[in-house]
């Protein structure tokens, strides 16, 4: 029986009604589905390529039929056999047995050297264009590998031979969070010595830099940095960060910039003191012959460039000697720096100069590529500073030793890093040819163990027994940002 017209007009708002409720709960279910799958779809994009680490369990693997070169006793075994179990070196020899359970790597040819130490490296920074200075990484795609940690750095260095990095100027605390992930095994990469913030005057180097290359936000700088004014500030800025870094860093370097404002030595004295107190390093940053006399003065454990106003001195060559400081030339960095962006040749020439003149007076020096500043990228920089200290006089073992045993010293952990000998932490890698004639050899990497796990092996790639297909030496171009990143 039809209902009354009445009564089915008094129905109609309330049709209406859940109508609407109807179309409510769909919208409502159909936003959740979308933010569901927009989740998986960014957790799953987060998950691409990450390089996670490995987790040891413990089998042993023994590398067969390579060279050993071994820096820290400049002693070859050839050929050698090399057994590591969890991330520590157990054997090396002529004719070391092989554990049953052993995962066995041919490494017939190749050169058997310790994971390179980059003694100069800047994790989370953006590479600038030269000469505008300019960003070569637009914001949005730095966040996103930011968040993600960088896998493609991380496996840029791996794929370099470089399994530790000496991290100076990277957030503080994100880069010592970083390092522990890494340690962890969280995380694949090159194991890192970290700094955190550099210290630095109100506006002195590296705040103008950071700016022009894009960082210029004041959170980050103030991540990245310490700007400090008296004594005071300084002693307890280094107090707040001295039990969760490695050593602490300073900016009394100008860049080609002399009406930069600087440390005084006041303020260098107490971060000096205050470190030292709690067995801190103190490594300065300079740039000039006055900047150098000032972190000596000031007592720095360690220097970061190498002055190219003046020759240095042979007073301070000796006392650089005598008193046993590292330093980090970064000599490629200067020379792009210098060169390209103010079109200085001169001071990039005196910086060589200077590096010839530490080589004569017996100054340790180590390799760090100061990637990626102007002109440098991670990985590659670091080898064209390998073939700069072969053109000054080193020879190829002086230089593979300050990459490898010579840094592991100046970082305090030569009893772990640098050699390759039983009980040392197992980073090896295997590299083409004879490094030890040619330099060049090292930029060709075949396997990389890094703390015990196998980050890069491109062992197929060698044809025959002792066989190796080689590509020239010719140098290639330089990467391009967000290629090898």
């Known amino acids: 029986m039809p209902l009354p017209r009445t009564a089915t007009l008094a129905l109609g708002p309330e049709r209406s009604n859940i109508d609407c409720m109807r179309v409510a709960s769909v919208l409502k279910w159909s936003a959740f589905a979308a933010f569901i799958i927009a989740g998986a779809g960014i957790a799953f994009a987060y998950s691409q390529g990450q390089f996670p680490g490995q987790p040891l369990d413990g089998s042993p693997i023994a590398l067969v039929g390579g060279r050993v070169y071994d ?33 066995v790597l041919y490494v017939n040819g190749l050169t058997l050297l310790p994971g390179f130490i980059d003694s100069h490296g800047h994790l ?51 880069v010592v969070r970083f390092a522990e992930r890494i340690e962890r095994h969280e995380l694949a990469g090159p194991r890192v010595f970290a700094g955190g913030p550099v210290f630095t005057a109100p506006g002195g180097y590296p705040v103008g830099r950071l700016r022009q290359a894009g960082q210029g936000d004041t959170s980050f700088i103030a991540q990245v940095t310490r700007q400090v004014i008296g004594p005071g500030e300084a002693a307890t800025a280094v107090k707040r960060i001295a039990s969760r870094v490695d050593f602490v860093s300073v900016a009394l370097e100008r860049r080609g910039e002399p009406e930069l404002p600087r440390l005084t030595p006041s303020v260098l004295y107490a971060i000096c003191a205050t470190a030292g107190e709690r067995g801190l390093p103190v490594l300065a940053h300079v740039s000039t012959l006055e900047d150098l006399a000032l972190a000596l003065a000031a007592g720095a454990n360690g220097i970061e460039h190498i002055p190219y106003d003046q020759a240095i001195d042979s007073l301070t060559l000796v006392e650089l000697r005598e008193r046993g400081i590292t330093v980090d030339p970064t000599l490629q960095a200067i020379e792009q720096h210098m060169s390209e962006l103010f079109g200085d040749t001169a001071s990039a020439r005196r910086a060589r100069d200077n590096l010839r003149r530490l080589r004569l007076a017996g100054v340790p020096v180590v390799v760090g590529s100061d990637a990626p500043s102007p002109g440098t990228t991670l990985g590659y920089t670091f080898h064209e500073e390998l073939r700069n200290l072969v053109e000054v006089g080193y020879t190829p073992r002086q230089a593979i030793a300050a990459a490898t045993t010579v840094a592991a010293q100046h970082l305090g952990v030569a009893d772990r890093l640098g050699s390759i000998a039983p009980g040392m932490l197992a980073d090896i890698i295997a590299v083409a040819g004879d490094p030890l004639s040619d330099i060049r050899a090292t930029a060709v990497v075949y396997l990389v163990i890094a703390d015990g796990q196998v980050l890069l092996d491109r062992l197929d790639e060698v044809r025959g027994p002792g066989r190796i297909v080689l590509t020239p030496y010719a140098p290639t171009a330089r990467p391009r940002e967000g290629v090898l990143d």
């Open 124 to 174: 989370s920074g953006i590479r600038s264009r030269i000469p505008d200075g300019s960003r070569e990484l637009g914001w949005l795609r730095y966040l996103w590998r930011f968040i993600r940690r960088f896998p493609e750095r991380r496996r840029t260095l791996i794929r370099h031979g470089v399994t530790t990095v000496k991290s100076l100027g990277d957030p503080h605390p994100w």
């Open 71 to 103: 820096p820290a006793s400049d002693s070859l075994i050839d050929p050698a056999t090399v057994i590591v179990r969890g991330s520590t070196i157990v054997a090396v020899g002529a004719a070391e047995p092989i554990p049953d359970d052993a995962r």
